[in-house]
């Protein structure tokens, strides 16, 4: 199973996020059922290892709190653009909950995230997307601002790659308190 933990979002914020789609030639968007908000990126596990995990997010006590999603960005590998999202504010309840999903996580036996958290919502993946109409993009959205959303619980889903798009599931949803 191919795992990740991260936030579901509101059916409301999907329709919001979703009028950003169109107009960029190069842009793979991901269909509004699949936005998402990436705490931790897991990776293909067995069977035993995600009770392993399930377990050990489900012992994980944090607070609910809220959420804004505003702004688009880009992010680039080899200086080449991959994917465009929606950001994410960052906040001490949204850190502390990623801080704690990531010492659960490491308390079950996996190795440590080197990256550094960045909150996002991936819009779209890039190919080739040219520079100047990606940067107008960018530009022209900039000032988007979706409805803070409030956040009562995390999930993990299981990620199936498909030809098209993945598929993801919810296998388990964890209450924040
Ligand atoms: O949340 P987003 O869409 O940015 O790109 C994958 C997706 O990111 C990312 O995990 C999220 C859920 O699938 N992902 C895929 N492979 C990854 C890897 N090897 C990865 N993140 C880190 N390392």
Redesign the pocket.
Known sequence: M?L?V?LDLPATLRQRLALLSGGLPGARW?PAENY???LR?I?EMPGHRAEEIDLALSTLRARRFSLGVGGVGVFAKGGRPT?L?AGVERSAPLEHLQGKIETALQRAGLAAER?RFTP???LARLDNAGEARLAAFVQAHNLFRAETIAVAHFTL?S?LLGKEH?V?TAEADYPLT
């Open positions: 191919r990740f991260g991901v998402h908000l990436t990126f990776g994917s999202w990256r996002h919502i991936t889903f990620s993945a993801y």
